[in-house]
């Protein structure tokens, strides 16, 4: 067990609807890390939040954003879904904003299907 | 071209068997090199990280970056059922700014049979 929890474990939606996927970090840890995982384009970086501020993105599209809370949890928002966006999502967490030995710690994911 | 490339495989192999997982990266800014390993339906599990070129051991698992040819392995050695997985290479570059980006491989999957 990592110490990062993700809620809910699956979500099973239709297409053009709008999800909220939720993230906890492990105790202590400010940065929070959101991956997409499919299986033709396996697991890419999305987005970073660090104590509050986004601090790096990746190839996160327009329909999807993302906050940190004062209580340092995160929600991750998917809104005009489409059927492509059915994957795992994971979030990450560590405790500082960057560094070499900045380990990332992943939650068990949420599963995204879209029909 | 990916940056971070790995063969899918699958990779089947008795119990006990010595296990070389591999990738290969184009980036030569990239530092930072990891192990991770995902069992079917969990989230991954970092399993070996080093920094810059060089061997690490830890019990059964040895990782090595050679980053004049820009390859990284992971070995098993005496490996058994339960290290049946997905295991995924990723790197990260220099940190400037905040930017913690990890760029992962495609993951190997991997079966060890008794």
């Known amino acids: 067990d990592s110490g990062v929890t993700q809620t809910p474990k699956h979500l099973i939606t239709a297409t053009g609807q709008r999800v909220t996927l939720r993230c906890s970090p492990r105790s202590g840890d400010l940065s929070v890390y959101w991956y997409q995982q499919s299986l033709d384009q396996g697991l890419q970086f999305l987005i970073q939040?660090?104590?509050?501020?986004?601090?790096a993105k990746g190839n996160i599209l327009e329909r999807f954003s993302a906050q940190q809370f004062p209580d340092l949890h995160s929600e991750l928002n998917l809104s005009s879904l489409e059927l492509g966006d059915s994957a795992l999502y994971f979030c990450a967490s560590s405790y500082g904003l960057a560094g070499g030995s900045n380990e990332q710690f992943f939650g068990p994911g949420t599963r995204l299907t879209v029909l | 071209q990916k940056e971070v490339e790995q063969d899918p495989g699958p990779l089947s192999v008795p119990e006990g068997a010595i296990v070389s997982l591999n990738c290969t990266y184009s980036?030569?800014?990239?530092?930072?090199f990891m192990w991770y390993r995902q069992y079917s339906r969990k989230g991954p599990e970092l399993l070996m990280y080093?920094?810059?070129?060089g061997n690490k051991e830890d019990g059964r698992f040895t990782a090595q970056v050679d980053k004049s040819s820009k390859y990284i392995s992971l070995f098993i050695r005496d490996s058994q059922p339960s290290d049946s997985a997905t295991y995924l290479c990723a790197t990260k570059g220099a940190i400037s700014g905040g930017y913690n980006k990890l760029i992962f491989g495609a993951g190997t999957r991997l079966a060890v049979h008794p």
């Open positions: 080093t920094y810059s070129s």
């Open positions: 980036n030569s800014a990239f530092q930072y």
């Open positions: 939040y660090y104590n509050g501020e986004e601090r």
